[in-house]
């Protein structure tokens, strides 16, 4: 069983930073990829960054980015979510994922990911 566990949110005011962690436990696996989605009250999940884990290359959504960097640490198994620059409308439930499945390109959509964490609330006040 792999487990995705996110730490980090909280709540910021606007110009503020965050950094969110995803820790991954459990048995080994190999991932192809991680990242982040978010979800706010009664809208869909959307993407907000992936990063490959070998290699390290890294994919934006165009709302975040500038303002937010993904990175991994292979030895602690661990993704971050650096935020800067908060705006209340980065306000949602903020998801960690992991694909295993190699797939050519970095995969954007949740389908395409097959573990989840828990989700942490980022609040962001104006």
């Known amino acids: 069983q792999v487990q995705l566990v996110e730490s980090g949110g909280g709540l910021v005011q606007a110009g503020g930073s965050l950094r969110l962690s995803c820790a991954a436990s459990?048995?080994?696996?190999?991932?192809?990829?991680m990242g982040w989605f978010r979800q706010a009250p009664g809208k869909e999940r959307y993407f907000v960054a992936a990063?490959?884990?070998?290699?390290?290359?890294?994919y934006y959504a165009g709302s975040v980015k500038g303002r937010f960097t993904i990175s991994r640490d292979n030895a602690k198994n661990t993704v971050y979510l650096q935020m800067n620059s908060l705006k209340p409308e980065d306000t949602a439930v903020y998801y960690c994922?992991?694909?295993?499945?190699?797939?050519?390109?970095?995969?954007?959509?949740?389908?395409?990911?097959?573990?989840w964490g828990q989700g942490t609330q980022v609040t962001v006040s104006s």
């Open positions: 990063i490959r884990w070998s290699g390290g290359s890294t």
């Open positions: 994922v992991a694909r295993s499945a190699w797939s050519g390109t970095l995969p954007l959509s949740p389908g395409e990911y097959n573990y």
């Open positions: 459990g048995r080994t696996f190999s991932r192809y990829a």
